[in-house]
């Protein structure tokens, strides 16, 4: 097993710029989650994908998006970044449902 | 809808005992137990599935009571290494669409 990769490990953006965000699962895991976790709390869902589409969505605008590849590798993508955007940003992944999920390291943000 | 965890911070001495409990308003799948260490990602510790089952791994088990949609982890003769926060996760039904919705943590500190 290969774990979850994420990367950058850390990025400074300013606002209102563009980001992609990257993850790479392990093989056999169709399952990725993507959390967006401030300092101090616990991770909020973004979103989901299931073998390349998305099957789940919590409460982030539609600037939040992303894509599912058949590698099993995964990016966010945050349009017109704000402020409050600034997170680390973790993606999870599983075999299935019913199964504990392996996060990778995630990715620090930081919007100036 | 997020579950609630409780408390929020304990303090204790190596070799003392510590319970984290989680609870949901509304009919459960499946809970996930994570602990994270500062500048680290989440790390998987059991999954509890409807039916009332409980799990251990070391010294840290948890059980899972259906009817009350509540969870609890017990850490016994807790170590050094248990320091960390410790998330719950719930998910409300066995679909590849599930989701984890995680709780804001229970932060433990373990003193010499």
């Known amino acids: 097993e290969t774990g979850v990769t994420q990367s950058p490990t850390h990025l400074i953006k300013t606002r209102g710029q563009q980001v992609t965000l990257r993850c790479s699962s392990q093989?056999?895991?169709?399952?990725v989650s993507w959390y967006q976790q401030a300092l101090g709390q616990g991770p909020q869902f973004i979103f989901q994908y299931y073998r390349e589409e998305e099957n789940g969505r919590g409460n982030f605008p539609p600037r939040f998006s992303g894509l599912q590849f058949p590698n099993y590798s995964s990016e966010l993508n945050v349009n017109a970044l704000e402020l409050d955007d600034s997170a680390l940003y973790l993606c999870?992944?599983?075999?299935?449902?019913?199964?504990?999920?392996?996060f990778g390291s995630g990715t620090r943000l930081t919007v100036v | 809808q997020q579950p609630v965890q409780s408390p929020q911070a304990v303090i204790l001495r190596e070799g003392e005992d510590a319970v984290i409990n989680c609870s949901s308003s509304k009919a459960l799948y499946s809970v996930h137990w994570y602990r994270q260490k500062h500048g680290e990602a989440p790390v998987f510790l059991m999954i509890?599935?409807?039916?009332?089952e409980q799990k251990g791994h070391e010294k840290i088990s948890a059980s899972f009571n259906e009817k009350k949609q509540q969870s609890s982890l017990y850490l016994t003769a807790s170590q050094l290494s248990y320091s960390g926060t410790y998330f719950c996760g719930t998910e409300k039904d066995g679909s590849s669409a599930s989701k984890i919705i995680f709780g804001s943590g229970t932060r433990l500190s373990i003193r010499p």
């Open positions: 093989s056999g895991h169709n399952t």
């Open positions: 509890l599935l409807k039916g009332g």
């Open positions: 999870a992944s599983t075999v299935k449902t019913g199964q504990g999920y392996t």
